[in-house]
């Protein structure tokens, strides 16, 4: 990029449809992506299989939002092959810090095991990067984000990218066009991710769930 990405230019790309990532953590380079075939997880098909549903009502974790957006990233960053870079980290604080990134986070005690960050933008959320230090904490994390993000009124959950981990979850791909029509109905809702106002009960969010997927 020659033109120096502010998080306002940021916000201008994630409502067009791209994402930046770099080559490397070393590499200070950002560049833009547009998939042909891009990641969304269906809100009102969030699947939890028999055993995520056992560890969920366990309640064995406490849920928190945005109350250490800065380690959840940097866990994110913390293996062998990432994208987010120097610059990149400092834009989304940029943006957590002007209302726009938001982290949820699974605490046992006082370690984070897990969380999930991404940009909230009208009514889609565009999740950027998710990691786990236990088993299923991120599908822990991603269980409780969904329901948020319905309470919130978000029509849109954008992951980017199709994985096996979200597939098993109820993630799909669809065609970059059909993407940019759900983009723009998306941002013409005022959903809000605070609404939900505290992480909800276990089992508030199985029920939930259980009612849509």
């Known amino acids: 990029?020659?033109?120096?990405?502010?998080?306002?230019?940021?916000?201008?790309?994630?409502?067009?449809?791209?994402?930046?990532?770099?080559?490397?953590?070393?590499?200070?380079?950002?560049?833009?992506?547009?998939?042909?075939?891009?990641?969304?997880?269906?809100?009102?098909?969030?699947?939890?299989?028999?055993?995520?549903?056992?560890?969920?009502?366990?309640?064995?974790?406490?849920?928190r939002?945005?109350?250490?957006?800065?380690?959840?990233?940097?866990?994110?960053?913390?293996?062998?092959?990432?994208?987010?870079?120097?610059?990149?980290?400092?834009?989304?604080?940029?943006?957590?810090?002007?209302?726009?990134?938001?982290?949820?986070?699974?605490?046992?005690?006082?370690?984070?095991?897990?969380?999930?960050?991404?940009?909230?933008?009208g009514g889609a959320f565009f999740g950027e990067s998710m990691f786990s230090r236990r088993t299923d904490a991120s599908k822990i994390a991603l269980a409780y984000l969904v329901d948020r993000l319905r309470q919130g009124g978000f029509a849109l959950f954008d992951t980017q990218f199709l994985t096996p981990h979200l597939q098993s979850l109820g993630g799909m791909e669809i065609s970059r066009e059909a993407y940019r029509g759900l983009l723009r109905q998306a941002l013409e809702i005022g959903a809000d991710f605070h609404r939900a106002g505290q992480p909800p009960s276990a089992a508030g969010v199985i029920h939930r769930n259980s009612q849509t997927s």
């Open 1 to 63: 990029m020659n033109r120096p990405l502010t998080p306002q230019i940021l916000l201008q790309a994630y409502a067009a449809g791209i994402f930046p990532m770099a080559e490397s953590q070393q590499d200070e380079e950002i560049f833009w992506i547009d998939p042909k075939l891009r990641g969304i997880l269906p809100l009102d098909k969030f699947h939890i299989s028999r055993s995520l549903r056992r560890i969920i009502l366990a309640n064995a974790y406490t849920i």
């Open 65 to 121: 939002t945005n109350s250490d957006f800065s380690t959840v990233v940097n866990s994110c960053a913390d293996r062998p092959v990432t994208w987010i870079n120097g610059p990149i980290f400092a834009l989304y604080q940029s943006l957590h810090e002007q209302g726009f990134a938001h982290s949820l986070e699974v605490w046992d005690g006082d370690d984070l095991i897990g969380g999930v960050y991404g940009v909230a933008l």
